[in-house]
Each structure stands twice: as structure tokens, then as C-alpha cells.
């Protein structure tokens, strides 16, 4: 095994290409999405913003594709943290920002689309907004989540320079977690892992293999985080 970055990186996007060009009998569009954008992380760290950006295209390409092939909001919104990392990634803030607007009155309901939503407004810089809606998804939250919110939404609040509130809210969170039993908080981190689809596990399952080069390992996409 080597272990000079620049030989792991080209390996590394070796096997990726080969998923992408010739994808394992099996491999549903979130494979295939998840290839393109580890591909874009790699372009990225190699420097190329060009193909890193036609690799989110064609990866939000495939996830629309199967988000107009849903039946319901509810089936849909399953795609909806991947279908925003992309917009997130293309720059395209504002259709990421429309997409879970209209997802919220859609499922009003759904904490996790309430959350997507503050976690979004949040990364692009609208801590106003975002206040708003991590408020809604604390409330609608319940166990692990719903600490999650807090502690973001104490975030918004303290961007918008309402730091007693902040505060107050933070403290709750605090009061939150020291009370749930100590699966509570490793459960929560497992599932995140799982859902947000971030962490090349599925290619793991298409590869058969989990490895890849440190640096690529913690370069994330800005993308809003599950729950």
C-alpha cells in the first residue's frame, strides 16, 4: 500500500470512474448519485472545479430524475438532503432554500423537513430564517433530534445576537442530554451517519471496500446534516 496522497487520490478516482462508467449490477440512482459525488470530492481536492462541477451537475441530474419519479412529499423528501447538497455545491442557494420551503407546507408536520430547512438557512448565512424554522423543528422533535435542534437553533439565535435566548435555549439542550440514557447519544450519531449518505457508504457496499485516502475521507461537501 502507498501512502503518498497524490498516488492514493489518482487510485481513488480510478475506482470511481469505473463505478460511474460501469456501475455493479444492482446499483439504484442513489449509487450512482453517491459515486458522482465522491468524484466531485476528489476533482476538488485534485484541483479541478470544473469537473467537479459537472459532476454535481449530473449527479443532481439523476437525483431529480427520481425525485419526479415519487408519488408522494413523502417519498420524495427522502432525496431531498442529497438533491440540496448538490444545489448547496453548484451554488445554486436559493433553489435548495425554495425546495425545502415547499417541502415544509407540504409535510407541516415532519420535523425533519423543518430541520433540513433551519440547517440550510443556517449554513447560507440566514440565521433570521433559520431561527424560525429550528424553532418549529424543536418543536415538533422529540428525544435526540429535537436536542439536535436546540443546540442549532441556540446557534441561530446567537448569530442574530439574541444571546440571552440563546442561551436559555443551549442550556436546555445541555439539560436534554445529560438526561437521556448513553445509547441515546452514539444511536443518533449512527443513524446520522446512515441517512446523510455523506460518508461513502454506500460505495463501500458497491465497492466492497471502505477504503479510501484520509484527506477525501474528511473533505465534506456544505451540505444541510441529517436529522
Known sequence: LTTCPAVALASSRAAVVSLIDAPPSGASAADRADALELMARIQTLDGDADGAKKSQQARLAILETSAQQTHSPSEAQALDHARVSALLALGRDDE????????????????????????????????????????????????????????????????????????AVLDEAIRGWDALPPRSSSELSASSSNSARTDGSSLSTMTGSNSMPASLQSSQPRSDQEP
Do not use: M
Open 96 to 167: 435548495a432554500i425554495a425546495l425545502l420551503s415547499q417541502r415544509t407546507k407540504e409535510l407541516p408536520d415532519w420535523y425533519e423537513v423543518w430541520g433540513r430547512l433551519g440547517t440550510t438557512l443556517l449554513e447560507v448565512g440566514r440565521p433570521s430564517e433559520a431561527a424560525r424554522a429550528l424553532e418549529r423543528a424543536s418543536e415538533l422533535a422529540y428525544g435526540a433530534p429535537r436536542l439536535v435542534y436546540l443546540t442549532r437553533l441556540a446557534t441561530a439565535l446567537e448569530r442574530t445576537d439574541r444571546t440571552e435566548r440563546a442561551k
